[in-house]
């Protein structure tokens, strides 16, 4: 094993161990406050009925980077003539990239409350652990 899998490890370890004070929550009504590390919280969610699942939503962060990438390229004169040019080739990858859509993965822990739209939403670290564990 290398030193970076097990450094990765090591992290995920202390991540999930950490101690935080979570909200309880019986039948749609909060029953009080917990302190439990997030490894337990995760547990004590999955054992409840509630189901993973991930989401692609639109990275709207991402997209208005680009398009200020865009702005800035038309500052300088672009799209010039050249196609071959690396501003002009970057100007139109970027417009073909807003044209598609920037998403991201979301990954959510669905309450199984017959509600659709009630969900937690959790870390890559947490989402990883449930997939491995459960």
């Given at each position: 094993m290398s030193n970076i899998t097990e450094a990765q490890k090591v992290k995920t370890e202390k991540y999930l161990n950490k101690r935080m004070n979570f909200d309880i929550?019986?039948?749609?009504?909060?029953v009080?406050?917990?302190?439990?590390?997030i490894r337990e919280h995760i547990e004590y969610l999955l054992n409840k009925g509630n189901y993973v699942k991930i989401v692609q939503i639109r990275d709207e962060t991402k997209e208005r980077?680009?398009?200020?990438?865009i702005d800035y390229l038309k500052k300088q004169g672009e799209p010039s003539g050249n196609i071959n040019w690396p501003n002009t080739k970057k100007y139109y990858e970027y417009c073909q990239q807003l044209k598609e859509g920037v998403f991201k993965n979301d990954y959510r822990l669905y309450y199984n409350n017959?509600?659709?739209?009630t969900y937690y939403l959790l870390t890559k670290?947490?989402?990883d652990y449930i997939i491995r564990r459960f």
């Open positions: 929550v019986e039948n749609d009504q909060f009080g406050n917990k302190v439990m590390t980077n680009i398009q200020k990438q017959g509600k659709e739209n670290t947490e989402y």
